[in-house]
T-cell receptor, first 119, second 111 residues
Framework: GAGVSQSPSNKVTEKGKDVELRCDPI?????LYWYRQSLGQGLEFLIY????????KSGLPSDRFSAERTGGSVSTLTIQRTQQEDSAVYLC?????????????????FGEGSWLTVV | KQEVTQIPAALSVPEGENLVLNCSFT??????LQWFRQDPGKGLTSLLL?????REQTSGRLNASLDKSSGRSTLYIAASQPGDSATYLC??????????FGKGTRLHILP
């Protein structure tokens, strides 16, 4: 696609429910990032996928959070048993290049985000 | 652990003024540094990317500099306009391919 596409754009869910957020990166981009931004806060790194390598999950805040990337393209971030503190905008970004991102100095492109509200 | 700090957190200036936004990072082992703009309720838009071997990059009224040894970058905006009002974020790509963001500077240009 022309840009990074995220869905849903807005989601209101009840505490305790599971939610799935989808990210469709720019075609051909091998790197995919998920970030979380709470109200008035900076971007918090969650997880990073690069090609077929094992993802860097070091930013996932708890075991309620998981993400997968199928076929090296679309990614789904799943939050189980949502809590009110999970309310935030979840941003996905993608970038081209190989594992050696630094060689090409590639820009990363962000989607518009999925705004999650847990009530 | 890489940490990125942006000062000031918020800034209001009259239209037409030149201004400087600051970004500092604790670990100089970076590949590149990128400045983004975020409008309310929107995603991030890339403004400038500086490779670790470069000292500065320019795009229109924007100029970004990088001093890797001191862990600092500045974003210079010339002749500010009300349309420049947004949050500006600095991000560094570390040697572990993890992009770390600062918390941003909220800029308000007064007409």
């Amino acid at each position: 696609g022309a840009g990074v596409s995220q869905s849903p754009s807005n989601k209101v869910t009840e505490k305790g429910k599971d939610v799935e957020l989808r990210c469709d990166p720019i075609s051909g981009h091998t790197a995919l990032y998920w970030y979380r931004q709470s109200l008035g806060q900076g971007l918090e790194f969650l997880i990073y996928f690069q090609g077929n390598s094992a993802p860097d999950k070091s930013g996932l805040p708890s075991d309620r959070f998981s993400a997968e990337r199928t076929g090296g393209s679309v990614s789904t971030l799943t939050i189980q048993r949502t809590q009110q503190e999970d309310s935030a905008v979840y941003l996905c970004a993608s970038s081209s290049g190989t594992g050696l991102l630094y060689l090409s100095g590639n820009t990363i492109y962000f989607g518009e985000g999925s705004w999650l509200t847990v009530v | 652990k890489q940490e990125v700090t942006q000062i000031p957190a918020a800034l209001s200036v009259p239209e037409g003024e030149n201004l400087v936004l600051n970004c500092s990072f604790t670990d100089s082992a970076i590949y590149n540094l990128q400045w983004f703009r975020q409008d309310p309720g929107k995603g991030l838009t890339s403004l400038l990317l500086i490779q670790s071997s470069q000292r500065e990059q320019t795009s229109g009224r924007l100029n970004a500099s990088l001093d890797k040894s001191s862990g600092r970058s500045t974003l210079y905006i010339a002749a500010s306009q009300p349309g420049d009002s947004a949050t500006y974020l600095c991000a560094v790509l570390s040697y572990y391919d993890k992009i770390i963001f600062g918390k941003g500077t909220r800029l308000h240009i007064l007409p």
